[in-house]
């Protein structure tokens, strides 16, 4: 007859310096639940933990809060179960494969499992558009009269001179205007959309599959009849 992971856990816990039945006082415990082995394994505390992570051989999942989750179930799904191994060495051999082979799709499955049960999908759209306008304009006007009352008189006459020589009457009166203008726009946008669909079926479904996944341990790891 082989060992269950109960007598593991509280061979352990008694390595520990732990006792259920007499404090490190002297007094009787044995009714007061707070010192009770089981007490502990059922809230996991610890102790516990620590245990269960070295039967793993301190193998674990990706995610800290999955591989607690994972290994409580297994915990308390096989507590009083008999090995299928003659010894704890052996039978943590055959657990740790069966863990590693079924690593990756474990991790995937607790990682993915609200998708898997929300059927959702999530998408990001992000679209930047720049826009430069420019607009130049450039406009130059002379205007000059000039008069004069003898006809021996010079006038210049040059149309890119200002000066006016030997005239009664010289106005002159120039312009240039030069217009540069350019208008430029940024215009970021960024869309997030998220879609949960919830569907009960999916999600029994899932259930199936973490049980299905305890099945596998089961038949590796634990004797078939007890």
Same mark, same amino acid.
């Given at each position: 007859?082989?060992?269950?992971?109960?007598?593991?856990?509280?061979?352990?816990?008694?390595?520990?310096?732990?006792?259920?039945?007499?404090?490190?006082?002297?007094?009787?415990?044995?009714?007061?639940?707070?010192?009770?082995?089981?007490?502990?394994?059922?809230?996991?505390?610890?102790?516990?933990?620590?245990?269960?992570?070295?039967?793993?051989?301190?193998?674990?999942?990706?995610?800290?809060?999955?591989?607690?989750?994972?290994?409580?179930?297994?915990?308390?799904?096989?507590?009083?179960?008999?090995?299928?191994?003659?010894? @704890? $060495? /052996?039978?943590?051999?055959? &657990?740790?494969?069966?863990?590693? =082979?079924?690593?990756? *799709?474990?991790? %995937? !499955?607790?990682?993915?499992?609200?998708?898997?049960?929300?059927?959702?999908?999530?998408?990001?759209?992000?679209?930047?558009?720049?826009?430069?306008?420019?607009?130049?304009?450039?406009?130059?006007?002379?205007?000059?009269?000039?008069?004069?009352?003898?006809?021996?008189?010079?006038?210049?006459?040059?149309?890119?001179?200002?000066?006016?020589?030997?005239?009664?009457?010289?106005?002159?009166?120039?312009?240039?205007?030069?217009?540069?203008?350019?208008?430029?726009?940024?215009?970021?946008?960024?869309?997030? @959309? $998220? /879609?949960?669909?919830?569907? &009960?079926?999916?999600?029994?479904? =899932?259930?199936?599959? *973490?049980?299905? %996944? !305890?099945?596998?341990?089961?038949?590796?790891?634990?004797?078939?009849?007890?």
């Amino acid at each position: 007859m082989t060992t269950t992971l109960y007598s593991i856990i509280q061979s352990e816990l008694i390595k520990k310096g732990l006792n259920e039945f007499v404090d490190t006082e002297g007094n009787l415990v044995l009714f007061d639940e707070e010192f009770q082995f089981m007490t502990k394994i059922l809230t996991y505390d610890p102790d516990v933990q620590e245990i269960v992570n070295q039967l793993f051989q301190n193998v674990s999942l990706n995610d800290p809060i999955a591989d607690t989750h994972f290994k409580k179930s297994f915990l308390y799904r096989f507590i009083n179960r008999q090995l299928n191994r003659q010894t @704890i $060495e /052996a039978f943590k051999l055959v &657990l740790l494969s069966t863990f590693l =082979t079924h690593q990756s *799709f474990i991790n %995937t !499955l607790y990682k993915d499992i609200e998708l898997y049960t929300t059927q959702g999908h999530q998408s990001n759209t992000t679209g930047n558009q720049l826009t430069t306008q420019l607009t130049e304009s450039l406009a130059n006007t002379d205007n000059r009269q000039a008069y004069a009352q003898l006809p021996q008189s010079t006038v210049q006459l040059d149309v890119n001179s200002t000066i006016m020589e030997s005239a009664n009457d010289n106005t002159i009166s120039r312009n240039k205007q030069t217009n540069n203008q350019e208008n430029t726009s940024d215009n970021a946008t960024t869309n997030n @959309i $998220e /879609a949960k669909t919830y569907q &009960l079926e999916t999600l029994l479904q =899932t259930s199936e599959v *973490f049980e299905q %996944t !305890l099945d596998t341990f089961d038949k590796k790891c634990f004797l078939q009849f007890w």
